[in-house]
């Protein structure tokens, strides 16, 4: 076993120019963030911060997969809305989700992140606890976004559910970067 204050050992300090990459923000420091601009989440609720992300909630915006039959080609070319229907719920709404059924929902809120941070979106236990899945694949949220973050939502249970706009259906987990980038690809200003 090596020892770590070796020479050989990885040097993981800021003077390495790794500073703290791929580490999640606490509560704290995604507080910090906001305080300096660095962060904006609009609207911003400072009670839906935890210890290590922000609850976002869910809109009355919804689209459901249209019924059929047809192929549809999986390409890089494909594109959603051909596939689905959108519908924006009358306040006091739900949307009703029926098991084994999937649709897309949006964030009220708009994430924005800097260069220097990128993001993992994830569900909240007491909805993967009835069987929400609330994103099916696509939770990594590319640095110098500034948009609302599209929903992949599935019903895996046996009970029909009631998605309630306003809900905090999900968090937003904050991850420092080794570096910075921008992503500029076609869902930078998305909306559903």
Known sequence: MSDPSSSSSLDLSASAGIRG??????????LEHIAA??????????????????????SNEFRFYKPGLSIYDVTENADYQEITEKVVLEEGKSYLL???????????ERVEIPPF??????GRSRF?????????????????I???????I?????????LWPG?????????????????VGRFKDQEL
């Open 154 to 162: 599935y019903n895996a249970s046996n009970h029909p559910l009631a």
């Open 117 to 122: 941070l990128c993001g993992l979106l994830e």
């Open 98 to 108: 029926l098991p084994g059924q999937a649709c897309l929902g949006i964030t009220m």
């Open 37 to 58: 601009g660095e962060i904006k989440i609009t609207p911003y609720d400072e009670s839906a911060v935890g210890c290590a992300s922000i609850d976002l909630r869910l």
């Open 21 to 30: 990459s791929g580490a999640v923000l606490s509560k704290s420091r995604i």
């Open 146 to 152: 500034h948009n609302r973050q599209v929903l992949e």
């Open 167 to 183: 809900t905090r259906i999900c968090q937003f987990i904050f991850m420092r970067m080794d570096g910075q980038s921008e992503y």
């Open 128 to 144: 993967a606890r009835l069987g929400l899945f609330v994103h099916i694949t696509a939770g990594f949220m590319n640095p110098g």
